[in-house]
């Protein structure tokens, strides 16, 4: 059987960022974390043959091979997950991961919603991105065992920078639709409208963020080189669109992202 895994790749580091901003957060690991990260790495390989079988459900197509072959990954993976799970919960005596979990597959399922009645778009994302960053909280969870501000807060940040990676690639895919080597300014200001108003909204929200921690501003400094990039981004819209390179850029922002998180003590 050849395994089902996700193309885009971008996803990875929305999966593992926010675990290691949790981890950093935490300073204290153990093996509940290990497993949890063994767990939602599982439960993310599932997402791909989960999406292919709710598709082939809900659009009534016949069965293939394929289906066959992802329903068969589907289950492995969903095993995996449980059997790394399911000791966190009883044996580590952590039930509040199952609200973790519950949150995570309203999203899933709110995404999927959008894109097989409507189409794949910035919202769908959006909302699988708020899925994946739930493992940042979780895992502040997993090593003080409550739920803590500081678990809430590390989540929006979370959530707040990588939606701002899912407004950017949108404006370029509405670009590269369009197949034109020129854009007008009007074009771009067009095109590029939710992608201006989301980061300009993280502007405020991380100026009163400011406000409330001063102590942290490295936290708010982290967000400025995706904002800065995803609002010039707008202006200097290319006739070619590279998401290979789109890819590279955002995951070097992210890791920037993380180290300053790192150091900020949050």
């Given amino acids: 059987m050849k395994p089902v895994i996700t193309r885009e790749h971008g996803s990875w580091a929305v999966l593992f960022i926010p675990v290691l901003t949790g ?61 790394a799970g399911l000791p966190i919960i009883f044996v580590y005596n952590k039930p509040g991961l199952i609200f973790f979990a519950g949150a995570a597959l309203v999203f899933f399922i709110s995404s999927l919603y959008i894109m097989f009645t409507f189409r794949k778009n910035v919202w769908s994302d959006f909302l699988a991105m708020a899925g994946l960053t739930l493992s940042a909280p979780a895992v502040v969870y997993l090593t003080e065992s409550n739920f803590t501000s500081k678990g809430l807060i590390l989540y929006l940040l979370n959530v707040l920078f990588f939606g701002s990676s899912a407004f950017y690639v949108h404006m370029k895919m509405k670009l590269s639709s369009l197949k034109k080597q020129e854009v007008t300014l009007s074009e771009k200001l067009t095109i590029g409208r939710l992608n201006l108003l989301y980061n300009g909204a993280s502007v405020v929200l991380l100026a009163l963020f400011i406000l409330q921690y001063p102590s942290k501003l490295l936290a708010a400094i982290a967000f400025f080189p995706m904002i800065l990039h995803a609002v010039a981004g707008t202006f200097k819209l290319p006739g070619k669109v590279s998401y290979k390179k789109i890819g590279l850029t955002f995951l070097a922002y992210s890791l920037v992202f993380f180290l300053m998180m790192s150091l900020s003590g949050l």
């Fill in 23 to 83: 981890i950093t957060a935490s300073r204290a690991v153990d093996f509940s974390v290990v497993l949890f990260i063994i767990s939602i790495f599982s439960l993310f390989m599932s997402y791909t043959p989960a999406e292919m079988i709710l598709q082939n459900y809900y659009k009534k197509m016949p069965v293939t091979e394929k289906l066959k072959n992802a329903r068969n990954w589907f289950f492995v993976y969903i095993s995996l997950s449980l059997l």
